[in-house]
């Protein structure tokens, strides 16, 4: 029985020792030739959106040094920090956009900003959050983000999807 209990140990810290090298998430704005340089061993590269349109030719570098490393594009559509970070040009640019439209933010009984996490507030997801008529155009908030990712982000930069954060289901939505 110890056998098996020590066999199972080691194989459960030998496949996490495995999977530490297998992935990581870089989760700031820029990515330096030093970071890059850094992330070589690694199979999948999770990035801040902000990387895709501050740091292409630090992504370029590392796909030439692997042909195979999967790159994938860090995105949470349910909050954004408050405030943004200055190092964040497209999202300083989105949450000055998202201000025009006051109804997309969640509020609480208090008809204060939800909060998620401290300095973050909660975006209106639901299907069917209110809609603005933005350049003679109708859209809720998810539909609006989805447009502008789509535009400055998923088609900046060649990558292999998406990990999206604070996915949830509008069921769900509708309950809060």
Same mark, same amino acid.
């Given at each position: @029985?110890? #056998?098996?209990? =020590? ?5 459960? =810290? ?8 297998? *992935? ?11 970071? *890059?340089?850094? $992330? ?36 949470? #559509?349910?909050?954004? +920090? ?11 640019? @989105?949450? *000055? ?7 997309? =933010? ?6 204060? #900003? !939800?909060? =998620?996490?401290?300095?973050?507030? !909660? ?8 809609? $603005?008529?933005?350049? &003679? #155009? ?5 539909? $609006?983000?989805?447009? +502008? ?5 998923? &088609? *900046? ?10 996915? !949830?289901?509008?069921? !769900?939505?509708?309950?809060?």
């Amino acid at each position: @029985m110890k #056998k098996l209990l =020590f066999i199972t140990i080691l194989l459960g =810290f030998c496949l996490l020792v495995r999977s530490q090298t297998t *992935a990581v998430l870089h989760y700031l704005p820029l990515l330096t030739t030093e970071q *890059a340089e850094s $992330y070589k061993g690694y199979d999948i590269i999770i990035v801040d959106h902000e990387v895709i349109n501050n740091s292409p030719e630090n992504l370029r570098l590392m796909r030439e040094e692997n042909p195979n490393l999967k790159i994938l594009v860090y995105a949470n #559509k349910i909050e954004w +920090h408050s405030p943004m970070f200055i190092d964040k040009p497209w999202s300083l640019k @989105m949450v *000055a956009e998202l201000k025009k439209y006051p109804k997309w =933010f969640l509020k609480g009984t208090n008809r204060k #900003k !939800l909060v =998620f996490w401290p300095g973050t507030v !909660l975006m209106n997801c639901r299907l069917d959050c209110p809609r $603005y008529i933005i350049n &003679g #155009k109708s859209y809720n908030y998810i539909e $609006y983000f989805t447009e +502008h990712y789509i535009d400055d982000i998923i &088609g *900046a930069y060649q990558k292999e999807g998406i990990l999206l954060d604070g996915v !949830l289901d509008d069921e !769900l939505l509708k309950s809060i």
